[in-house]
């Protein structure tokens, strides 16, 4: 069969002048990158603090604002800033604090924390539960919430009420600037009457001890005035529910008027607790530290102890200011004290 012999010579001819030609131009092309190589490593020697040439690095962030269905509502946490404890705003027991303070330097996280407001979106109102530090506390380190929220897709025109758990300025400093305009300005402002009393009392701070409190009579004056001018300020004593499928809890201790606010829907709850914990790594595990803002501490500490203890055996979402962001987590009892479990990211609309 010469044909099919010719063919298979033929081919053999081909196939193999094939190879030596990509052989030749593997060659070829080795010495050209082998002469690039040289020129490249040439000029790194020369310059030997030239960049390479990597990505470069993005030094922003993901907007500060996440977002948790529950039941029907729409709940959107905005960060005002990152923060971190003072050791020394934590009270209690002597062997407990020294602890903090000799875990810190092996442990530099342990006071971290956040100031976050949180805007609830109930399909009738935009509801805003506390406002953030804006320019009153903190020294310019937070005043972030409201381009957070507008990052959101909200405008501070479109907010309808907002609630406040407490009149310290980290919670409220972002209602006003600081040349006495209302950043929320079509916002009613409610707050608990004996938290409005206290605070915006003259007389009060007058009296009061001059202590880690005393700044905040001040803030809280100037930061409520441009609202009761508007008649938007209003206080409430008592239960009786602001807003449909919202629950008023009383908290009395961290100040006198500190109340929590429960929203409900779809059997699903969340529960914005204000200030019933500070530093969460330290008062989760021991529920008896206070802190030196504390204007009950005894109080305060009986309430956390007592709410703690009730949340841990709910299914409960909480969503807290100064938990790290976004803040919403769930409570599980751990030993003598309680672990934190933070919601887990989602971008799918069904809570389950
Ligand atoms: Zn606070």
Known sequence: MPGLHGVQIKGDSTVSSI??????MFK????????VLMVALASFIATPNAAPATAPEHHDQVPGFYRLKVGDLEVTALLDGPAILDP???????????GVVKALPEDPHMLDAADTGFLVNTGKQLILVDAGSGTWFGGGAFGHLVGNLRSAGYTPEEVDLVLVTHLHSDHIGGLTTQDGNRVFPNAEIYVAKEESDFW?????????PKDANSQFFQSAQAIAAPYIEAGKWHTFSGLEPIVDGMQIV????HTPGHTAYEFSSQRKKILFWGDTVHGQRVQLQHPEVTVVFDVDPPAALATRKQLLSKLASEDVVIAGPHMLFP????LHKQGNGYSWAPVAFTDKWDDK
Do not use: C, M, Q
Not at 327 to 330: E, H, Q, T, Y
């Open 327 to 330: 803040g919403f987590g769930r």
């Open 19 to 24: 190879v030596v030609k990509r052989r030749n």
């Open 250 to 253: 009383p908290l009395h201790g």
């Open 88 to 98: 020394h705003w934590l009270t209690g027991e002597k062997a407990t604090l020294d």
């Open 28 to 35: 070829r092309n080795s010495i050209r990158l082998a002469a």
């Open 200 to 208: 915006l009392s003259p007389e009060i701070a007058a009296k009061a």
